[in-house]
């Protein structure tokens, strides 16, 4: 990520936990929460404002990556190291995440088209050539 990329995802982090989730909850009409990985490398705690859906009584997010011919980094750290933290709306948990398939991926899909169109046209920037991860983020009690 360039340097104006990580002064803005810190600055939304910054003011989302000072805030306690009442400033940058939300982008360009979705809602947007804090996802806290473990570097699959590095073992070091990432954190990255991330927009998720809720169905169902369960929360998800999207690996969508705008469509990239790649998984994000943070969806490759999960993918190694599910146990993550969660902050939304000023509540921290801890959570499991885990990837979604079939039906249920299916629905979730659906649910995020239908509330954010663009991730329509990601689906169809992947050319095929990966299929978005949907994550299911469980929490532990």
Request: no cysteine.
């Amino acid at each position: 990520m360039n340097l104006f990329g990580r002064m803005f995802v810190a600055s939304h982090i910054g003011l989302f936990r000072l805030s306690g989730g009442r400033i940058g909850s939300s982008m360009m009409g979705g809602r947007v929460l804090l996802l806290t990985t473990t570097g699959n490398k590095s073992g070091k705690p990432r954190t990255v404002p991330v927009m998720y859906f809720e169905l169902d009584g369960k929360r998800y997010v999207i690996a969508s990556f705008g469509g990239s011919p790649q998984h994000p980094a943070w969806y490759k750290n999960l993918a190694a190291k599910p146990d993550v933290t969660v902050e939304v709306k000023g509540r921290r948990y801890a959570a499991r995440a885990v990837v979604v398939e079939g039906e249920e991926r299916a629905k979730v899909w659906a649910l995020a088209v239908s509330q954010m169109k663009q991730f329509d046209g990601y689906e169809k920037k992947t050319d095929g050539k990966r299929q978005i991860p949907v994550v299911a983020l469980q929490e532990i009690a």
